[in-house]
């Protein structure tokens, strides 16, 4: 096996790497239990395997194709490397590539083929876990995993439908990350990612092809997901989101306009 060239993402359950080939990703799974990462990255492999050939036929969507399971000293999965850059990247240009509207219709189509797919939400629907290449227009998602972070509120988010559930992470995490330390700068991004979150709502809603999406459901989701969001960690975390963040943020005020 390849040595990666450099770590892309480093956090307590996952290291993700690009090998020295340059196109492949690889994705190591950490988990206090051995059986849990090898649950995890089965469960992984065989989503991207069948979001995969779900996708073969949009011409604009896609996710990586799995290459590889390793379940051997260490657990993995690799994967073709994504085309393109960071969707974040590409809201925080002067020009966006893409006009909102229309990405916003394909946000809200793959995530359809994905519910439509698997009879689940898309847990971790959000403008972080996607690639966008401009030429040729073509969206990428990412990372299919469960946040943990959930689980206070699986419950609730469980009487929800799969799309509610998936367009409240979308808009939660567009408001959340208005209000992160390290990315509060990013203006034009959060801005934007916030009305592209709103279309996709109001586009899902409207989509006769898609189940029915209740705007106040979402909203009371997204709630609960920016509190979980924000309300964890430290107390001198709590205290920023409390104060500093929400001025940035301004979850209220966006919440109350998704219905507008």
Known sequence: MSDPVRVLQHEADRTVLLE?????IRKVFHSDARSTSIELAAREFSILERFNAALADEEHLTCPRPLQLGQGDEV??????????????????GLLPIAEAQLAALLSHGLFRY??????????????????????GVVTFLDFGFPDLYLPRLDELRRRTPMEVSLAALVASAIFDAGRPTRMTRRREHARAFRIATLTLHHAVSDPASPEV?????????????????????????????????LLARPTAKLGQLSA
């Open 115 to 136: 519910v439509d797919t698997f009879g689940e939400p898309y847990w971790d629907f959000i403008f972080r876990n996607m690639f966008f290449a401009a030429d040729p």
């Open 214 to 246: 209740s705007i106040d459901a979402v909203c009371a989701c997204a709630t609960a997901l920016y509190a979980l969001a924000t309300g964890g960690g430290r107390r001198v975390r709590r205290e920023w989101y409390l104060r500093i963040g929400a």
């Open 20 to 24: 020295a080939d340059g196109t492949t």
């Open 76 to 93: 993995y999965i690799r994967m073709e490397r994504a085309a393109g850059s960071p969707m974040q990247d590409h809201l925080n240009l």
